[in-house]
Protein backbone atom coordinates (compact mmCIF):
# COMPACT_ATOMS: atom_id res chain seq x y z
CA UNK A 1 0.00 0.00 0.00
CA UNK A 2 1.79 3.22 -1.37
CA UNK A 3 0.87 6.78 0.74
CA UNK A 4 1.06 10.05 -0.33
CA UNK A 5 1.35 13.17 2.10
CA UNK A 6 -0.12 16.24 0.59
CA UNK A 7 -0.03 19.41 2.97
CA UNK A 8 -1.48 22.74 3.19
CA UNK A 9 -3.63 24.97 5.61
CA UNK A 10 -6.57 23.96 7.09
CA UNK A 11 -9.61 26.70 6.04
CA UNK A 12 -11.03 26.13 9.62
CA UNK A 13 -7.97 26.56 11.62
CA UNK A 14 -5.56 28.37 9.65
CA UNK A 15 -2.63 25.83 10.99
CA UNK A 16 -1.04 23.12 9.04
CA UNK A 17 -2.43 19.81 7.72
CA UNK A 18 -0.47 16.98 6.38
CA UNK A 19 -2.80 14.35 4.91
CA UNK A 20 -1.67 10.91 4.81
CA UNK A 21 -3.37 9.19 1.52
CA UNK A 22 -4.05 5.41 0.49
CA UNK A 23 -5.95 3.27 -2.06
CA UNK A 24 -8.31 6.18 -2.50
CA UNK A 25 -8.92 6.94 1.34
CA UNK A 26 -7.90 9.27 3.96
CA UNK A 27 -5.53 7.49 6.34
CA UNK A 28 -4.36 9.90 8.46
CA UNK A 29 -4.96 13.81 9.34
CA UNK A 30 -2.02 14.76 11.41
CA UNK A 31 -0.40 18.66 11.86
CA UNK A 32 1.83 19.82 9.65
CA UNK A 33 4.69 22.57 11.32
CA UNK A 34 6.75 23.37 7.51
CA UNK A 35 5.37 26.65 6.45
CA UNK A 36 2.35 26.53 3.76
CA UNK A 37 1.24 28.88 1.48
CA UNK A 38 -2.36 26.82 0.39
CA UNK A 39 -5.12 25.76 1.75
CA UNK A 40 -6.10 22.10 1.97
CA UNK A 41 -9.71 21.39 1.87
CA UNK A 42 -12.38 18.61 0.63
CA UNK A 43 -13.36 18.35 -2.94
CA UNK A 44 -16.07 20.65 -3.29
CA UNK A 45 -19.60 19.62 -3.99
CA UNK A 46 -22.11 21.26 -6.25
CA UNK A 47 -25.82 19.96 -5.66
CA UNK A 48 -27.15 21.69 -8.91
CA UNK A 49 -25.20 21.59 -11.98
CA UNK A 50 -26.98 22.05 -15.47
CA UNK A 51 -24.16 22.19 -17.65
CA UNK A 52 -20.74 24.07 -18.38
CA UNK A 53 -18.50 24.53 -20.78
CA UNK A 54 -20.51 23.95 -23.54
CA UNK A 55 -21.83 20.69 -22.04
CA UNK A 56 -25.66 21.17 -21.58
CA UNK A 57 -27.59 18.27 -19.76
CA UNK A 58 -30.77 20.21 -20.99
CA UNK A 59 -30.21 20.13 -24.94
CA UNK A 60 -32.48 18.18 -26.78
CA UNK A 61 -30.11 15.44 -27.05
CA UNK A 62 -27.07 14.24 -25.00
CA UNK A 63 -24.62 11.93 -25.24
CA UNK A 64 -21.86 10.13 -22.74
CA UNK A 65 -19.76 12.59 -23.65
CA UNK A 66 -21.58 15.15 -22.41
CA UNK A 67 -21.41 13.55 -19.27
CA UNK A 68 -17.46 12.84 -19.20
CA UNK A 69 -16.70 16.56 -20.58
CA UNK A 70 -19.01 18.10 -18.01
CA UNK A 71 -17.42 16.15 -15.18
CA UNK A 72 -13.80 16.87 -16.41
CA UNK A 73 -15.32 20.66 -16.53
CA UNK A 74 -16.03 20.30 -12.92
CA UNK A 75 -13.30 18.85 -11.65
CA UNK A 76 -11.35 21.96 -13.36
CA UNK A 77 -12.96 24.22 -11.05
CA UNK A 78 -12.41 21.81 -7.84
CA UNK A 79 -15.51 20.02 -7.63
CA UNK A 80 -14.88 16.77 -7.04
CA UNK A 81 -18.81 15.25 -6.41
CA UNK A 82 -21.91 16.95 -8.41
CA UNK A 83 -25.52 16.65 -9.19
CA UNK A 84 -26.54 16.39 -12.72
CA UNK A 85 -29.83 18.55 -12.65
CA UNK A 86 -32.59 18.21 -15.19
CA UNK A 87 -35.27 20.88 -15.32
CA UNK A 88 -38.87 21.31 -16.56
CA UNK A 89 -39.19 18.56 -20.03
CA UNK A 90 -41.74 16.74 -20.85
CA UNK A 91 -41.84 13.25 -19.71
CA UNK A 92 -39.94 11.26 -22.89
CA UNK A 93 -37.53 14.06 -23.06
CA UNK A 94 -36.32 13.14 -19.75
CA UNK A 95 -36.51 9.53 -19.67
CA UNK A 96 -34.04 9.89 -22.75
CA UNK A 97 -31.52 11.82 -20.43
CA UNK A 98 -32.22 10.04 -17.09
CA UNK A 99 -30.95 7.00 -19.80
CA UNK A 100 -27.85 8.60 -20.68
CA UNK A 101 -26.66 9.97 -17.50
CA UNK A 102 -27.24 6.22 -16.30
CA UNK A 103 -25.46 4.93 -19.00
CA UNK A 104 -22.09 7.18 -19.11
CA UNK A 105 -22.28 7.08 -15.60
CA UNK A 106 -22.28 2.84 -15.68
CA UNK A 107 -19.50 2.97 -18.44
CA UNK A 108 -17.55 5.92 -17.41
CA UNK A 109 -15.42 5.40 -13.77
CA UNK A 110 -15.15 9.06 -13.56
CA UNK A 111 -18.25 9.83 -14.57
CA UNK A 112 -19.41 7.31 -11.31
CA UNK A 113 -16.72 8.65 -9.45
CA UNK A 114 -18.34 12.54 -9.76
CA UNK A 115 -22.17 11.82 -10.24
CA UNK A 116 -23.62 10.26 -7.04
CA UNK A 117 -27.31 10.94 -7.97
CA UNK A 118 -29.82 12.97 -10.52
CA UNK A 119 -31.38 15.95 -9.30
CA UNK A 120 -34.81 16.26 -11.01
CA UNK A 121 -35.73 20.35 -10.89
CA UNK A 122 -39.06 19.74 -11.66
CA UNK A 123 -41.60 19.29 -13.82
CA UNK A 124 -43.87 19.34 -10.58
CA UNK A 125 -43.46 23.48 -9.74
CA UNK A 126 -45.35 26.20 -9.67
CA UNK A 127 -46.92 26.91 -12.79
CA UNK A 128 -47.15 30.57 -12.59
CA UNK A 129 -45.42 33.11 -14.34
CA UNK A 130 -42.07 34.58 -11.95
CA UNK A 131 -42.05 31.80 -9.57
CA UNK A 132 -41.61 28.98 -12.60
CA UNK A 133 -38.58 31.09 -13.62
CA UNK A 134 -37.39 29.95 -16.92
CA UNK A 135 -38.73 26.72 -16.60
CA UNK A 136 -41.14 25.90 -20.25
CA UNK A 137 -44.84 26.63 -18.51
CA UNK A 138 -46.12 23.61 -21.02
CA UNK A 139 -44.38 21.03 -19.21
CA UNK A 140 -45.85 21.46 -15.51
CA UNK A 141 -47.16 18.61 -14.35
CA UNK A 142 -48.51 17.15 -11.40
CA UNK A 143 -46.66 14.82 -8.88
CA UNK A 144 -46.74 11.19 -10.42
CA UNK A 145 -45.87 8.60 -8.59
CA UNK A 146 -46.37 6.31 -11.64
CA UNK A 147 -43.82 8.60 -13.64
CA UNK A 148 -40.95 8.56 -10.81
CA UNK A 149 -41.06 4.61 -10.94
CA UNK A 150 -40.52 5.31 -14.86
CA UNK A 151 -37.37 8.26 -14.08
CA UNK A 152 -35.92 4.93 -11.43
CA UNK A 153 -36.60 2.53 -14.22
CA UNK A 154 -34.56 3.36 -16.56
CA UNK A 155 -31.95 4.76 -14.82
CA UNK A 156 -31.31 1.93 -11.79
CA UNK A 157 -32.55 4.03 -8.71
CA UNK A 158 -30.42 7.18 -9.89
CA UNK A 159 -32.86 10.18 -9.14
CA UNK A 160 -31.58 10.65 -5.65
CA UNK A 161 -32.97 14.59 -5.30
CA UNK A 162 -36.40 15.81 -6.62
CA UNK A 163 -37.07 19.87 -6.19
CA UNK A 164 -41.09 20.67 -6.47
CA UNK A 165 -43.89 22.97 -5.36
CA UNK A 166 -46.04 21.58 -2.82
CA UNK A 167 -48.77 23.18 -4.06
CA UNK A 168 -50.45 20.38 -5.98
CA UNK A 169 -52.68 18.35 -3.78
CA UNK A 170 -51.05 15.24 -4.63
CA UNK A 171 -47.85 16.53 -2.92
CA UNK A 172 -47.29 15.36 0.52
CA UNK A 173 -48.29 11.94 -0.71
CA UNK A 174 -45.80 12.08 -3.06
CA UNK A 175 -43.09 13.42 -0.81
CA UNK A 176 -43.58 10.96 1.68
CA UNK A 177 -43.36 8.13 -1.50
CA UNK A 178 -40.02 9.53 -2.03
CA UNK A 179 -38.37 9.81 1.34
CA UNK A 180 -39.19 6.26 2.09
CA UNK A 181 -37.02 5.19 -1.10
CA UNK A 182 -34.27 7.74 0.51
CA UNK A 183 -35.16 10.52 -2.45
CA UNK A 184 -34.53 14.10 -1.20
CA UNK A 185 -36.68 16.35 -1.98
CA UNK A 186 -36.58 20.04 -2.09
CA UNK A 187 -39.14 22.83 -2.33
CA UNK A 188 -38.49 25.28 -4.91
CA UNK A 189 -40.17 27.54 -7.98
CA UNK A 190 -43.20 27.79 -5.62
CA UNK A 191 -46.15 29.70 -4.92
CA UNK A 192 -47.14 27.15 -2.01
CA UNK A 193 -49.05 28.85 1.37
CA UNK A 194 -47.48 28.92 4.09
CA UNK A 195 -49.38 25.63 5.26
CA UNK A 196 -48.46 24.15 2.43
CA UNK A 197 -45.11 24.74 2.91
CA UNK A 198 -45.33 23.54 6.60
CA UNK A 199 -46.84 19.86 5.20
CA UNK A 200 -44.43 19.39 2.58
CA UNK A 201 -41.86 19.51 5.52
CA UNK A 202 -44.10 17.19 7.60
CA UNK A 203 -44.17 14.55 4.57
CA UNK A 204 -39.99 14.73 4.69
CA UNK A 205 -38.70 17.68 2.47
CA UNK A 206 -35.52 18.66 3.56
CA UNK A 207 -34.17 21.00 1.84
CA UNK A 208 -34.73 23.83 0.23
CA UNK A 209 -33.88 25.02 -3.82
CA UNK A 210 -32.01 28.04 -4.61
CA UNK A 211 -34.40 29.87 -1.79
CA UNK A 212 -34.90 33.40 -2.76
CA UNK A 213 -34.60 32.53 -6.20
CA UNK A 214 -37.92 30.95 -8.48
CA UNK A 215 -40.12 33.37 -7.15
CA UNK A 216 -41.90 36.35 -8.44
CA UNK A 217 -40.36 39.73 -7.73
CA UNK A 218 -43.60 41.01 -5.72
CA UNK A 219 -45.11 38.74 -2.63
CA UNK A 220 -47.18 39.44 0.13
CA UNK A 221 -44.72 41.37 2.62
CA UNK A 222 -45.50 38.55 5.28
CA UNK A 223 -47.07 35.35 4.19
CA UNK A 224 -45.01 33.99 1.55
CA UNK A 225 -42.41 30.97 1.11
CA UNK A 226 -39.30 32.53 1.69
CA UNK A 227 -40.10 33.59 5.16
CA UNK A 228 -41.83 30.15 5.32
CA UNK A 229 -38.90 28.15 4.92
CA UNK A 230 -36.47 30.14 6.60
CA UNK A 231 -38.10 29.73 9.53
CA UNK A 232 -38.49 26.28 9.54
CA UNK A 233 -35.22 24.76 10.99
CA UNK A 234 -36.45 21.47 9.53
CA UNK A 235 -35.20 22.43 5.83
CA UNK A 236 -31.37 23.01 5.13
CA UNK A 237 -30.93 25.75 2.10
CA UNK A 238 -29.27 25.78 -0.89
CA UNK A 239 -28.54 29.60 -2.05
CA UNK A 240 -26.62 30.71 -6.04
CA UNK A 241 -23.96 33.13 -4.40
CA UNK A 242 -22.91 34.20 -7.97
CA UNK A 243 -23.41 37.96 -6.82
CA UNK A 244 -26.84 38.73 -9.14
CA UNK A 245 -29.52 35.46 -7.89
CA UNK A 246 -29.07 37.38 -4.64
CA UNK A 247 -28.30 41.03 -3.55
CA UNK A 248 -25.45 40.79 -0.76
CA UNK A 249 -27.68 42.24 2.03
CA UNK A 250 -30.16 39.55 1.33
CA UNK A 251 -27.66 36.65 0.97
CA UNK A 252 -26.36 37.87 4.39
CA UNK A 253 -29.83 37.91 6.12
CA UNK A 254 -31.24 34.62 4.78
CA UNK A 255 -27.44 33.26 5.87
CA UNK A 256 -28.01 34.12 9.34
CA UNK A 257 -31.58 33.09 9.74
CA UNK A 258 -30.89 29.94 8.13
CA UNK A 259 -27.69 29.64 10.03
CA UNK A 260 -24.29 28.18 8.19
CA UNK A 261 -24.73 24.49 9.65
CA UNK A 262 -28.58 24.52 7.12
CA UNK A 263 -27.18 26.29 3.91
CA UNK A 264 -25.64 24.99 1.10
CA UNK A 265 -24.06 26.77 -1.66
CA UNK A 266 -24.62 25.67 -5.31
CA UNK A 267 -23.56 27.21 -8.86
CA UNK A 268 -26.77 26.42 -10.88
CA UNK A 269 -24.12 26.57 -13.50
CA UNK A 270 -25.82 27.03 -17.38
CA UNK A 271 -23.56 25.30 -20.33
CA UNK A 272 -22.91 29.01 -20.72
CA UNK A 273 -20.11 28.79 -18.08
CA UNK A 274 -16.80 30.25 -19.76
CA UNK A 275 -18.64 31.37 -22.98
CA UNK A 276 -17.97 35.30 -24.35
CA UNK A 277 -20.73 37.71 -23.87
CA UNK A 278 -23.42 37.80 -26.46
CA UNK A 279 -26.86 36.26 -27.55
CA UNK A 280 -27.69 32.88 -27.19
CA UNK A 281 -30.35 30.03 -27.81
CA UNK A 282 -30.58 27.84 -24.65
CA UNK A 283 -33.08 24.94 -23.68
CA UNK A 284 -32.70 26.83 -20.09
CA UNK A 285 -34.64 30.29 -20.88
CA UNK A 286 -34.65 30.03 -25.23
CA UNK A 287 -33.49 32.50 -26.03
CA UNK A 288 -31.00 33.97 -23.79
CA UNK A 289 -28.62 36.94 -23.04
CA UNK A 290 -24.85 36.47 -21.43
CA UNK A 291 -23.52 40.22 -20.38
CA UNK A 292 -20.28 40.89 -19.70
CA UNK A 293 -20.24 40.96 -16.04
CA UNK A 294 -21.55 37.28 -16.37
CA UNK A 295 -25.71 37.51 -15.62
CA UNK A 296 -27.39 35.59 -17.66
CA UNK A 297 -31.17 36.90 -18.32
CA UNK A 298 -34.01 35.85 -20.67
CA UNK A 299 -33.04 37.89 -23.67
CA UNK A 300 -34.98 41.50 -23.40
CA UNK A 301 -35.65 41.01 -19.96
CA UNK A 302 -34.03 40.73 -16.23
CA UNK A 303 -35.08 37.36 -15.78
CA UNK A 304 -32.81 34.92 -14.72
CA UNK A 305 -31.99 31.69 -17.24
CA UNK A 306 -29.33 30.16 -14.60
CA UNK A 307 -25.88 31.23 -13.41
CA UNK A 308 -22.60 31.44 -15.35
CA UNK A 309 -20.13 31.57 -11.95
CA UNK A 310 -18.57 28.58 -11.33
CA UNK A 311 -18.55 27.38 -7.16
CA UNK A 312 -14.99 28.50 -6.56
CA UNK A 313 -16.19 32.07 -7.41
CA UNK A 314 -18.94 31.54 -5.22
CA UNK A 315 -17.13 31.31 -1.97
CA UNK A 316 -15.43 34.02 -3.23
CA UNK A 317 -18.46 36.09 -3.63
CA UNK A 318 -19.85 35.03 -0.02
CA UNK A 319 -16.85 35.80 1.46
CA UNK A 320 -16.62 39.78 -0.24
CA UNK A 321 -20.29 39.95 -0.18
CA UNK A 322 -21.87 38.52 3.15
CA UNK A 323 -18.37 39.12 5.42
CA UNK A 324 -18.95 34.95 5.64
CA UNK A 325 -15.64 33.59 6.91
CA UNK A 326 -13.44 31.70 4.30
CA UNK A 327 -13.89 28.42 6.91
CA UNK A 328 -18.15 29.03 6.55
CA UNK A 329 -17.76 29.30 3.02
CA UNK A 330 -15.78 26.17 2.46
CA UNK A 331 -18.32 24.37 4.79
CA UNK A 332 -21.10 25.34 2.81
CA UNK A 333 -19.44 23.37 -0.49
CA UNK A 334 -18.02 20.87 1.65
CA UNK A 335 -19.51 19.29 4.65
CA UNK A 336 -22.77 20.49 4.46
CA UNK A 337 -23.80 19.56 0.82
CA UNK A 338 -21.51 16.15 1.73
CA UNK A 339 -24.36 15.32 4.22
CA UNK A 340 -26.88 14.67 1.21
CA UNK A 341 -24.45 12.53 -1.16
CA UNK A 342 -23.56 9.88 1.75
CA UNK A 343 -21.36 11.85 3.90
CA UNK A 344 -18.29 13.11 0.94
CA UNK A 345 -16.93 16.56 2.21
CA UNK A 346 -14.77 15.82 5.26
CA UNK A 347 -11.10 15.66 6.05
CA UNK A 348 -11.28 12.76 8.16
CA UNK A 349 -10.15 8.96 8.64
CA UNK A 350 -11.88 7.02 5.87
CA UNK A 351 -13.16 9.39 4.16
CA UNK A 352 -12.24 9.57 0.21
CA UNK A 353 -9.08 11.39 -0.65
CA UNK A 354 -11.45 13.64 -2.78
CA UNK A 355 -9.34 16.88 -1.78
CA UNK A 356 -8.82 20.58 -3.18
CA UNK A 357 -5.37 22.44 -2.96
CA UNK A 358 -6.10 26.39 -3.48
CA UNK A 359 -4.97 30.32 -3.10
CA UNK A 360 -6.82 32.57 -1.42
CA UNK A 361 -6.06 36.56 -2.02
CA UNK A 362 -10.18 37.41 -1.92
CA UNK A 363 -10.64 35.15 -4.17
CA UNK A 364 -10.28 31.41 -4.05
CA UNK A 365 -7.94 29.96 -6.92
CA UNK A 366 -7.94 26.28 -7.46
CA UNK A 367 -4.06 25.02 -7.51
CA UNK A 368 -4.86 21.42 -7.55
CA UNK A 369 -7.40 18.78 -7.29
CA UNK A 370 -7.41 15.24 -6.25
CA UNK A 371 -10.10 12.66 -6.62
CA UNK A 372 -10.04 8.92 -5.61
CA UNK A 373 -6.93 9.98 -4.04
CA UNK A 374 -5.32 10.60 -7.70
CA UNK A 375 -4.17 14.21 -8.78
CA UNK A 376 -6.14 15.09 -12.19
CA UNK A 377 -5.78 18.61 -11.82
CA UNK A 378 -2.43 20.74 -11.66
CA UNK A 379 -2.13 24.05 -12.54
CA UNK A 380 1.95 25.52 -12.81
CA UNK A 381 3.88 22.27 -12.07
CA UNK A 382 3.00 20.29 -14.76
CA UNK A 383 1.71 17.47 -12.72
CA UNK A 384 -1.51 15.68 -12.99
CA UNK A 385 -4.27 15.22 -15.94
CA UNK A 386 -7.59 14.63 -16.08
CA UNK A 387 -7.60 10.62 -16.77
Known amino acids: MSEMILNGLDPRT ?6 VVADGRILRVDEATDKQDCYLAPGFIDLQVNGCAGYDLNAGEISEETLTGLADAMLRGGVTCFAPTLITASEESLLNRIRVVAEARRIHSKVAACVPFLHMEGPHISPLDG ?34 SPHFDESSEYIEALVKRGVHVAIGHTHASPEQIRSAVDAGASLSTHL ?8 ARHSNP ?3 QLSDDRLTATFIADGH ?8 AMLRAKGIGRSILVSDLVALCGMPAGVYDSPVGGRVELRPDGRLC ?15 QCVGQVVRGAGIPLADAIAMVTENPGRYVGGRGRLSVGARADLVRFRWNNELVVDEVWADGKCVISRGTGRGSIQ
Request: no cysteine.
Open 212 to 219: GNGIAQQI
Open 298 to 312: VFGSELLAGSTTPLA
Open 226 to 228: IWS
Open 245 to 252: HLPADALK
Open 14 to 19: GRGLSV
Open 131 to 164: YRGAHPAEFVRAPSIAEFHRWQDVSGGLVGMVTL
